[in-house]
C-alpha cells in the first residue's frame, strides 16, 4: 500500500485499501510511511500513523517500510535554485538522509518479495545525511554556477513559497518538515534501506548531477 499523495485525505483512503485487504484474506500488507514512525512527531506524519494505528488494529500481517525523505523531493524544484543561484531552508543546520525513489522502490519490491519481513518495521534512508549547505555545494558543482544556501526564518520561508504559488497549506507543511530537519528527524541512518537493497544507497549528489542535467536538457 504505496501512501496517498492527497495530504489530509489519506487516513480514509488508506482504511479503504486496509478494509478491502483484510476482506481479501491478504497474506501480507506493506505499508510505505514515515521515518520514524509513532515517533514522527511533524505534520506531515500524522496521517502516517493514523494508518500504522489501523493496520495493526486490522489483524493483518503486515510490514512498515518507514520511508525517510526522498532526494527527489529537492531535485524536483531545481529550476529556481539554478535560476536565483539559492537554496532557501528553515532548517538551520539540520542535516537529511536521504535516498532516491529507486532506492525505496527497490526495498518495497525485497520486501513483498521476499521472506523473513512479517511483522516487521524498517526505518529507511540513505547512509549519508547531508547539510542544506552540502545540498548548495552539490548543485554548484553539477552546475558550474554559484549557488549558496540561506537559512531562513520559518515565517520568509513561507512568504516566499506562497509568493511563488505554493497553496499555503501545502506551504505550511513544508515549512513544518524544514522544522523536523532542524530537530534531526530526517537524519537517521538506521542502514535498513541498504541492507534491503542489497546495496551502498544512492549518493544524493549523484541524484543533483543527474536532475541538473535533466533541467538543462528540458531548458
Known amino acids: 500500500m504505496i501512501s496517498g499523495s492527497e495530504v489530509g485525505r489519506r487516513v480514509a483512503q488508506h482504511a479503504a485499501v486496509i478494509d478491502a485487504a483484510k476482506e481479501a484474506g491478504v497474506a501480507q500488507l506493506a505499508y510505505t510511511g514515515i521515518l520514524g514512525g509513532p515517533e514522527a512527531d511533524f505534520e506531515l ?12 488494529a486490522s489483524g493483518l500481517p503486515y510490514t512498515f517500510l518507514r520511508n525517510g525523505w526522498y532526494t527527489e523531493n529537492h531535485t524536483g524544484n531545481l529550476a529556481p535554485v539554478l535560476a536565483h543561484g539559492a537554496v532557501l531552508s528553515n532548517a538551520g543546520e539540520g542535516r537529511v538522509a536521504s535516498a532516491a525513489r529507486a532506492d525505496y522502490a ?9 521472506e523473513g519481513h512479517l511483522g516487521k518495521a524498517y526505518e529507511l534512508s540513505g547512509d549519508v545525511a547531508w547539510s542544506f549547505a552540502e545540498y548548495a555545494a552539490a548543485v ?8 549558496a544556501y540561506h537559512p ?12 511563488a504559488g505554493v497553496p499555503a497549506p501545502f506551504a505550511e507543511i513544508l515549512v513544518d518538515v524544514d522544522l523536523a530537519v532542524e530537530r534531526g528527524r530526517l537524519a537517521g541512518t538506521s542502514g535498513d534501506l541498504a541492507r534491503l537493497i542489497g546495496r551502498p544507497t544512492t549518493p544524493m549528489a ?9 533541467v538543462r536538457s528540458a531548458g
Request: net charge negative; no cysteine.
Open 45 to 56: 506524519a500524522a496521517e502516517h500513523r493514523a494508518t500504522e494505528e489501523l493496520v495493526l
Open 106 to 114: 527497490a526495498a518495497a519490491a525485497a520486501v513483498v518479495a521476499g
Open 140 to 147: 554548484a558543482a553539477a552546475s558550474g554556477q554559484e549557488i
Open 152 to 163: 531562513v526564518t520559518p515565517e520568509a520561508h513561507l512568504a516566499v513559497l506562497t509568493g
Open 206 to 214: 549523484r541524484t543533483v548531477t543527474e536532475a541538473v542535467a535533466a
